[in-house]
């Protein structure tokens, strides 16, 4: 089994719809969670961390569920700006490196 | 503020040539510091990471190396380049101790011919 798993997409929503997308990951000992972002032929750009009680940073909400062991990302009322690929991110433990999942593909029609 | 430089931005190699990348890091010390390789369309492949000067640490066996000569450089390396080298490769830093988000360069793309 993958150390994190997302769904590859593409997600095709029209403007202004609500997208989610949801990634599982299999080390229980995992600490910390992330969501970046990567444009096309562009570096990964961190989008929001994910804290255990769930946060919002304007149309996007990132949860977790430590139970099942997965971690979630809504964005509301989609824009064309946001086609983009999201990469689900997890942090072991220790001075190891951040896990990147391979990302799922979101493209927002006008 | 923190800034990640790599350079060049783009290359073509032939293949049996060598391979130079370089990465800096301003504005921390002590970062930690990775190399990534992104096939086309692919998810992200860590190469190498690096927690301290002359640390490396190496995820994959493969045609590369790395070297940390100073705090805030790292170098990635090849003596005989191979096509299946090709691809996008990413720098990124963190701060070093765990549990903190990566930042990264703006990338080198990377074709072997």
Known sequence: RKEVEQDPGPFNVPEGATVAFNCTYSNSASQSFFWYRQDCRKEPKLLMSVYSSGNEDGRFTAQLNRASQYISLLIRDSKLSDSATYLCVVFRSGNTPLVFGKGTRLSVIA | ?113
């Open chain 2, 1 to 113: 503020s923190q800034t990640i430089h790599q350079w060049p931005a783009t290359l073509v190699q032939p293949v049996g040539s060598p391979l130079s990348l370089e990465c800096t890091v301003e504005g921390t010390s002590n970062p930690n510091l990775y190399w990534y390789r992104q096939a086309a369309g692919r998810g992200l492949q860590l190469l190498f990471y690096s927690v301290g000067i002359g640390q490396i640490s190496s995820e994959v066996p493969q045609n590369l190396s790395a070297s940390r000569p100073q705090d805030r450089q790292f170098i990635l390396s090849s003596k005989k380049l191979l096509l299946s080298d090709s691809g996008f490769y990413l720098c990124a830093w963190s701060v070093g101790g765990g549990a903190h988000e990566q930042f990264f360069g703006p990338g080198t793309r990377l074709t072997v011919l």
